[in-house]
């Protein structure tokens, strides 16, 4: 055996070939316990991993060697691979069980998520490239919804679907009938690449720089035929930004590939490419950065590939607080990170300076809510307000039915939580809206309800201290209800825990949930309030303004801050 190797992976490696695993081989399937031993090439003892967990092995053994302390979460990947886990997944299901703790873990990389105690049930999130799914299939998660989970669904802040109230019983067969409708919920959870996010109105929009759909498509199926890129360190997060109306948040992902225009005079080829911004991950206060590298449109899954590879390699596997890739970028720099990357592709990447790069079309922040003219003459996309994301099984399937009725098919899911139909009609739009009124949803909103988003909080998620989406909607009835006119964008992000799904730190008001003390030894659901965050252009961290205001406060401070706003702004100034 390899120098390489910790005592602990010899032991596991040795048992492994005398023992389960070995059965595991049998059946073709190369585990993290090393793909040479499964082969059956040569001897475990002396084998250096090969395969595609290879990457993986090398990476915990060297930590190991270096004196780290390996999480569980890795050690259990390594011990048996999620996806090697899968007939035991299946067993469970039908002896009614949950997978519980590790298997937990594992379980999310098939796309379930076990929620106890907050409720006895699986939560199931699919992967949506760029947020675009047919109508067909959008009718088809309807019905699975109804048929093994509660009888909705929620757009989730990374454009995509999430189906909750799932039986033991029920996990495997939703997710099998996920891939029988084209779909998968493949490596959506644990450590694992999540959806890949996109501009929503792509091929619509009449000022995008670029369609994202072919590169979200692409950047999607090279991932999930890919084993070696499945078992991170951590999540990882990937954005195409094409400069549409619709804002992507790619800056708030570990890699964002921004479309932009170069300039002619810079010794490179004038057009369009990707500019490459890393390390985003606003829960812990910091955007992706502009790395001054620009991509060509081809290059981009090669890149993106590179960089994962090397993150693979470097990233921490014994501090999940710090196991994401913004910590490799502040432990190494950009020179030295970016130096890594062309090791892996082989080739040099290209860099400009930021005054070669033509200032991108700025996005509009209502863009997501009502009708708005495609770039086809005639044709229209018309955003739908969908209550905090949530959708029932038969608004689902009206929906699909207007998209084929009214639209070109599509369903556009976007990080706002809501969705778009595109292909619309001038002449059909009115017989859209008002359809869309008699199903109980709206094409318009104020602007306080347009810009809400909330994670999933304490009904959901065991993290939560708060429920979010109880008090985000108490906050937008409140200050609806009482008719104060809010002319501007203004967002509001309630998100439960620092995990900051709903990624407080970009919202113009931020809450963060927090047990809010009334005495010696009791607590009241509650928040922190931020101020001042944005995104894009105006991309800043918002910062803390109020500790511990009890839920049932927050509406009434929230209409404080707008008020204190709408009275003493300067002219056109924002909220931020
Ligand atoms: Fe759960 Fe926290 Fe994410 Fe909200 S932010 S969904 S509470 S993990």
Not at 475 to 480: L, R, S
Request: charged share 25%.
């Amino acid at each position: 055996m390899s120098g390489d190797f910790s005592p602990d992976q010899k032991r596991y490696l040795e048992g492994f070939v005398s023992g389960v695993q070995a059965v595991r081989g049998s059946r073709g399937a190369p585990g993290f316990g090393g793909s040479a031993p499964f082969g059956g090439a040569a001897p475990a003892a002396e084998a250096e991993p090969t395969g595609p967990d290879a990457i993986h092995l090398k990476a915990m053994a060297a930590q190991e060697k270096a004196g780290k302390k390996l999480v569980p979460q890795e050690k259990a990947k390594r011990e048996e691979h999620p996806f090697d886990a899968y007939a035991r997944f299946k067993d469970m299901a039908e002896k009614g069980q949950f997978a519980k703790q590790l298997d937990d873990f594992r379980i999310r990389f098939h796309g379930l998520f076990y929620v106890g105690p907050t409720q006895d049930a699986y939560m199931c999130r699919l992967r949506i490239h760029n947020g675009v799914l047919k109508a067909w299939q959008f009718r088809a998660v309807a019905d699975l919804s109804e048929q093994y989970a509660g009888g909705f669904t929620h757009v989730t802040t990374r454009a995509n679907l999430q189906a909750r109230e799932i039986s033991a019983a029920n996990g495997i067969p939703f997710i099998e009938g996920l891939v029988d409708a084209g779909l998968t919920a493949k490596g959506s959870g644990a450590d694992n690449i999540r959806n890949v996010t996109g501009t929503p109105t792509a091929g619509v929009d009449p000022q995008e720089l670029l369609d994202t759909r072919p590169y979200a498509k692409e950047w999607h199926h090279h991932i999930l035929n890919d084993r070696s890129l499945y078992g991170l360190p951590r999540k990882f997060n990937v954005a195409f930004d094409g400069a549409g109306r619709i804002a992507a948040l790619e800056d708030t992902n570990d890699i964002g590939f921004q479309a932009v225009e170069v300039k002619d005079g810079f010794g490179v080829a004038p057009g369009v490419c990707w500019r490459l911004a890393l390390g985003g991950i606003t829960g812990h206060k910091d955007f992706a950065r502009d790395t001054g590298v620009i991509v060509p449109l081809d290059k981009a899954i090669k890149v993106a590939d590179a960089i994962v590879r090397v993150f693979i390699a470097s990233g921490d596997r014994s501090d999940r607080n710090k196991a994401r890739l913004k910590y490799v970028l502040d432990a190494w720099g950009f020179d030295k990170f970016l130096a890594e990357v062309e090791k892996t592709l082989g080739w040099t990447l290209t860099r400009v300076p930021p005054d070669a790069v033509a200032p991108r079309p700025e996005s509009d922040r209502l863009a997501h809510i009502g009708v708005h003219p495609q770039k086809q003459p005639g044709l229209n996309w018309v955003g739908v307000v969908l209550p905090l994301g949530k959708l029932t099984c038969g608004q689902m399937r009206s929906l699909a039915d207007l998209s084929e009725r009214y639209g070109d098919g599509d369903v556009r899911l976007t990080v706002w939580q809501n969705l778009l139909i595109s292909g619309v009609k001038d002449a059909d739009v009115a017989a859209f809206e008002q359809t869309v009124a008699d199903i109980g949803l709206a094409t318009s909103a104020s602007n306080v309800r347009a810009g809400l988003v909330a994670c999933t909080g304490n009904r959901g998620c065991k993290f939560a201290a708060s429920d979010t989406k109880g008090f985000a909607d108490l906050i937008a009835n409140h200050v609806d209800g009482i008719g104060l006119a809010v002319d501007t964008p203004v967002n509001i992000h309630v998100t439960g825990c620092h995990n900051s799904c709903a990624q407080h730190y970009i919202g113009d008001i931020g809450l963060i949930g927090a047990k809010v003390p009334i005495n010696d030894e009791d607590t009241v659901e509650g928040f922190h309030l931020h101020v001042g965050g944005g995104f894009g252009s105006d991309a800043t961290i918002g910062r803390e303004l109020l500790r511990d205001v009890k839920g049932e406060d927050c509406p009434a401070v929230v209409e404080k801050m707008l008020r204190g706003y709408l009275a003493k702004r300067d002219g056109a100034e924002t909220f931020a």
